[in-house]
């Protein structure tokens, strides 16, 4: 695709992209002016931009009126930085649909997540040559590569592939694991001159950002309870306070490992983030997993523990 400013906006992407959850009220309703509060959140602890709609954000147990809704809203509100959109689906049909909705009222550009049922090297790039034509070439296109959760494997050269034959694909969002190896052989390559340029910002709750970013890595596009963490810690890397950033890093990093389990990190996050005044409510909308009596006092002790560190966590 030609250079365009919102192409060139993900493209060049650094900082934090917090993944954004889907706030809801006790009965399952949106609750907007949760996501409300979270998007002013994000403005004040100094995110780049926001992701909606992501893998945690629950965009599977929402209507297309409603996915269309909170993108609308929480551009509206961001105030100028780009909002980034989950639009993985299915289809092609209804992906073509949402991107076009969401693109019309502002935002900067569009999430894939593959499919697991994608299981060659050539199936992968198919796939993403196929979904770039349904949705439109001149939308930038953010590639989720997380294996651990898509079941998908995508090795460098693939990805290098994909960025050299789809010109709208403006981003990697990193979250393979073991993955810092795949880090730098995309760095190299760009390096080389065998790639061009793309963002590279990395999720898995931040697991591994603190080297990450010693990699080539931009910054994260992640979700995590305190993402005013990742943006510190994003800040003090790139004004070479790195051992303070290492610091700062290691104080969170038993609950965001906790966060990160499978099937109960999203509990995790919605609780400690309704704590912290930032949600009404911990809902998730069915069906979801709970926190059991057990988990909340594991939770508190983190939590307690963080404090001593991270005055952010005494609540």
Not at 278 to 300: C, I
């Amino acid at each position: 695709m030609s250079s365009t400013p919102a192409f060139d906006t993900i493209n060049q992407a650094s900082g934090v992209y917090p993944i954004s959850p889907t706030a809801f009220h006790p009965n399952g309703a949106v609750d907007r002016s949760s996501m409300d509060r979270l998007t002013d959140f994000y403005l004040e602890i100094g995110a780049t931009g926001i992701t909606v709609l992501g893998q945690l954000g629950e965009a599977p147990k929402l209507s297309q009126t409603e996915s269309v809704a909170i993108a609308q809203a929480m551009v509206k509100r961001a105030k100028g930085i780009p909002v980034i959109v989950g639009v993985s689906a299915p289809g092609f049909a209804s992906m073509r649909e949402l991107t076009h909705e969401v693109m019309s009222v502002g935002a900067s550009g569009v999430m894939i997540a593959p499919p697991n049922t994608l299981r060659t090297d050539q199936q992968i790039i198919t796939y993403y040559q196929q979904a770039a034509d349904a949705i439109g070439k001149d939308v930038p296109i953010v590639l989720q590569d997380y294996p651990l959760t898509f079941s998908v494997q995508m090795a460098p050269d693939v990805i290098r592939r994909m960025v050299q034959e789809i010109p709208s694909i403006a981003m990697l969002k990193h979250e393979d694991w073991p993955g810092l190896e795949k880090i730098s052989a995309l760095r190299q390559f760009e390096a080389n001159g065998s790639m061009r340029h793309i963002a590279i910002m990395c999720g898995n709750g931040g697991l591994f950002l603190d080297y990450e970013l010693s990699r080539g890595a931009d910054g994260a596009n992640t979700g995590y309870c305190f993402p005013d963490m990742l943006c510190d810690v994003v800040r003090l890397k790139k004004a070479g306070e790195t051992e303070t950033a290492h610091d700062l890093f290691d104080a969170h990093l038993p609950l965001l490992r906790y966060e990160q389990q499978p099937g109960v990190g999203l509990a995790v996050r919605k609780h400690v983030m309704m704590r912290r005044g930032l949600l009404s409510s911990d809902t998730q909308r069915a069906p979801a997993g709970k926190l059991t009596a057990t988990a909340l006092q594991e939770v508190n002790h983190l939590l307690a523990r963080l404090a001593n560190k991270d005055p952010r966590a005494a609540i």
